[in-house]
Nanobody, 115 residues
C-alpha cells in the first residue's frame, strides 16, 4: 500500500526553524523523486522543493531558496524539509509527494508562523 506520513509541523515564531519529516512505504523510495508542497488556507497547492533519487540534485521555489533544505534517507525511506528563518507567509499545510503535481500525497502537517 502506497503511504506517506508527514510530521514535524507546529507553531513557531518568525525567524524560527522547523524540520519536517515524511515517512513512506509501499513503493521504491530510492528510485523516486520526492517533492514537498504546501497549501495555505484558501490558496492552491504550491510546489516548494524536489530532490532526486540519489539526493544529489535539489530544486527549490524562489520563495524558499536559501532558507529551506530538502534531504532524504533512502535507508529509512524518509524525506525531510529543514526550514529556517521562517516567515509568516510560510504558514501552510505541508505535504510530501512523489509528484510536483501533488498526487499522491500524505495527510499533511500544519506549520504556523506567528509574529
Amino acid at each position: 500500500e502506497f503511504r506517506m506520513v508527514e510530521s514535524g509541523g507546529g507553531l513557531v515564531e518568525t525567524a524560527g526553524s522547523l524540520r519536517l519529516s515524511c515517512a513512506t512505504s509501499g513503493f521504491t523510495f530510492s528510485a523516486a523523486y520526492m517533492t514537498w508542497l504546501r497549501q495555505a488556507e484558501g490558496q492552491g497547492l504550491e510546489w516548494v522543493a524536489t530532490i532526486s533519487p540519489s539526493g544529489g540534485d535539489t530544486y527549490y521555489a524562489t520563495s524558499v531558496k536559501g532558507r529551506f533544505t530538502i534531504s532524504r534517507d533512502n535507508a529509512k525511506a524518509t524525506v525531510y524539509l529543514q526550514m529556517n528563518n521562517l516567515k509568516r507567509e510560510d504558514t501552510a499545510t505541508y505535504y510530501c509527494s512523489t509528484s510536483r503535481g501533488g498526487s499522491p500525497r500524505g495527510q499533511g502537517t500544519q506549520v504556523t508562523v506567528s509574529s
